[in-house]
């Protein structure tokens, strides 16, 4: 669950906090911080009680995941998202209870969950990185390398299959699918950071893709996608100035099969990172400079936006390449895990 920038830049009720949502002056996010999950719409509102160490791991439409730790232990729960009092600001979110799996893993790096399959990433930044797929109790898959590849992106597929990705240890992208390694690019440098599974409507499969960015050597990062038709890159916009380059770092699969990206783009020479958005078609930068690690991103009536961390206060900030927000209420120990606005699935798992 970390993105790491590049250029020097990756079982008891819940219970909610007694503070009526103050008015909403940016998304509506869901994070967790000091082991606690929260939701935050102007204000931050805890949906779980303290003193049982909790990590977010995604939301759906429906419920939210994640896992509890105890030492060195993980144990995976649901929570049912309510809809009651949704709209109305006047009235605190409802509590739901947490529903623990029966199961107990090592602490993961990076964890996705679909029904009762889990994928589990281990020493995911370590150079030696392994992966677990379970379905219930039953371990159906496993992998170890100690080759200095890392994984920046991973994700199981609605029914069946994964896809696990990131940089081999010479620098090259990196995907596996479902566990089939795939070649990437011949002599490209680069990485994936962005790993979903989309579907053009109700009655077509789902498919595993893949984002992130590369090049040859002697050329600038390019985002780089894997789907269906292999390795692709869109045409580089002519008005773009050679010399810098596009790092997508955060993916969501949305309806119609579209995957949507964001990132940085770096200016040539300078380096100055601007917003940098994938509407599915093209690439486009309103604007504006900003720094930080992005942690999710979304769209509103003013367009997409990301969510930013930062090293200080402000801690998180709103950057649509227009103007910088800062998102009040947030903190050091907080982490932004989901936007509500992009139908609550971020790509920061």
């Known amino acids: 669950m970390k993105f790491l920038l590049v250029l020097g830049l990756v079982a008891a009720l819940a219970c909610a906090q007694e503070s009526a949502p103050g008015d909403a002056r940016g998304p509506v996010l869901y994070g967790d911080g000091a082991g606690r999950i929260w939701k935050w719409d102007g204000e931050k509102t805890y949906l779980s009680p303290e003193g049982?160490?909790?990590?977010?791991?995604?939301?759906?439409?429906?419920q939210l995941w994640g896992w509890s730790v105890a030492g060195d232990l993980a144990r995976f729960f649901t929570m049912a998202l309510s809809s009651k009092n949704q709209g109305d600001k006047t009235k605190r979110p409802q509590a739901a209870p947490l529903v623990f799996d029966r199961g107990l893993f090592p602490l993961p790096d990076r964890a996705d969950r679909v029904g009762d399959r889990i994928l589990l990433v281990y020493g995911a930044l370590s150079g030696q990185p392994r992966y677990e797929v379970w379905k219930?109790?039953?371990?159906?898959?496993s992998r170890?390398?100690?080759?200095?590849?890392?994984?920046?992106?991973?994700?199981?597929?609605?029914?069946?299959?994964?896809?696990?990705?990131?940089?081999?240890g010479a620098g090259r992208p990196w995907l596996e699918v479902s566990g089939a390694s795939i070649d990437p690019p011949e002599g490209w440098r680069g990485r994936l950071t962005v790993a979903v599974w989309t579907a053009d409507d109700e009655k077509s499969p789902f498919v595993p893709r893949a984002a992130g960015w590369g090049a040859p050597p002697s050329a600038s990062p390019q985002p780089l996608f894997w789907g269906p038709d292999g390795w692709t890159q869109p045409t580089p916009d002519p008005e773009v100035p050679a010399g810098g380059g596009i790092f997508p770092l955060l993916g969501v699969a949305e309806k119609g099969g579209i995957l949507?990206?964001?990132?940085?783009?770096?200016?040539?020479?300078?380096?100055?990172?601007?917003?940098w958005f994938w509407d599915g078609k093209e690439g486009k930068v309103p604007g504006g400079e900003a720094d930080g690690q992005p942690?999710?991103?979304?769209?509103?009536?003013?367009?997409?936006?990301?969510?930013?961390?930062?090293p200080g206060a402000p801690?998180?900030?709103?950057?649509?390449?227009?103007?910088?927000?800062?998102?009040?209420?947030?903190?050091?120990?907080?982490?932004?895990v989901a936007v509500e606005a992009m139908g609550t699935k971020s790509g920061t798992k």
Do not use: C
Not at 260 to 275: E, S, V
């Open 52 to 62: 049982q160490n909790l990590v977010l791991g995604g939301v759906g439409e429906k």
């Open 136 to 141: 219930g109790a039953e371990k159906i898959s």
């Open 144 to 168: 170890a390398w100690d080759d200095g590849r890392v994984v920046y992106a991973s994700a199981l597929g609605p029914l069946d299959g994964w896809v696990i990705g990131g940089r081999d």
């Open 260 to 275: 949507t990206l964001a990132g940085w783009q770096a200016d040539a020479g300078t380096g100055t990172l601007r917003p």
């Open 295 to 310: 942690q999710a991103f979304g769209s509103g009536k003013g367009g997409t936006f990301l969510v930013v961390r930062h």
């Open 315 to 336: 801690w998180f900030t709103k950057e649509d390449g227009k103007e910088s927000l800062p998102l009040e209420g947030l903190g050091p120990d907080d982490r932004v």
